[in-house]
């Protein structure tokens, strides 16, 4: 009941709700990275959601479009700005996402959704991250976000899967505020952002 009718609702409630409250925090940060980025304070990327099916999530754009004399972005480190660095470890720039959890895309909690190209990439039992919809925050952000591997990422996504419930996702809620205040796991170690995933 709570997995296929009650979660649904509680994500819309709360999207919706949290859109109003935080619209002072969402203008501010629009502005900032709007002077930051060249008029650009949001991006969209194609990911992969419940099933597979892709979809076209919104963030705000914390790097710079930066390219070297090849034509080839920078790395992610000299690309972020002073704001959108702030952003990220604020984990502001998740917020614009509430729009795709309003639009059914995402749900609040759930297994962060990734690339598309690493959707082959997967083993069969990576791939039932794919069996409910991916989240704001989720299992593996709670227990390491970025700083712990791609394998032990997957392994706390599927474990979601197999024991979601109200319980649970209050429970990461909770463990997320903490997170957010303490600013743990936001990088890889040695990397700005995350190492991409290559395969097992």
């Known amino acids: 009941m709570y997995r296929n009718y009650i979660k649904r609702n509680i994500d819309f409630v709360t999207a919706l ?11 501010i940060v629009t502005l900032g990275l709007a002077m930051a980025n060249s008029g650009k304070p949001f991006f969209f990327q194609r990911r992969p959601g419940k099933g597979g099916r892709i979809f076209s999530i ?18 992610d480190a000299d690309r972020l700005t002073s704001i959108g660095t702030f952003v990220r470890k604020t984990s502001l720039d998740e917020i614009p996402q509430l729009i795709n959890v309003l639009k059914g895309d995402m749900s609040l909690i759930g297994p962060r959704p990734l690339l598309p190209e690493y959707l082959p990439l997967y083993s069969s039992q990576q791939a039932r991250r794919h069996e409910v919809k991916p989240g704001i925050t989720g299992w593996a952000q709670v227990n390491g976000r970025n700083a712990i591997s791609w394998e032990d990422k997957f392994k706390l ?4 899967v197999d024991h979601l419930s109200f319980g649970l996702d209050l429970k990461i809620l909770m463990m997320t505020v903490q997170k957010i ?5 936001i990088s890889a170690d040695g990397q700005a952002t995350a190492e991409r995933f290559k395969g097992t």
């Open 157 to 160: 996504d599927v474990w979601y």
């Open 17 to 27: 709700v949290g859109l109003v409250v935080l619209s002072p925090v969402f203008l």
């Open 181 to 185: 205040f303490k600013s743990e796991g």
């Open 58 to 75: 919104v963030k705000f754009k914390t790097m710079t479009d930066g390219k070297d004399a090849e034509g080839n972005l920078l790395p």
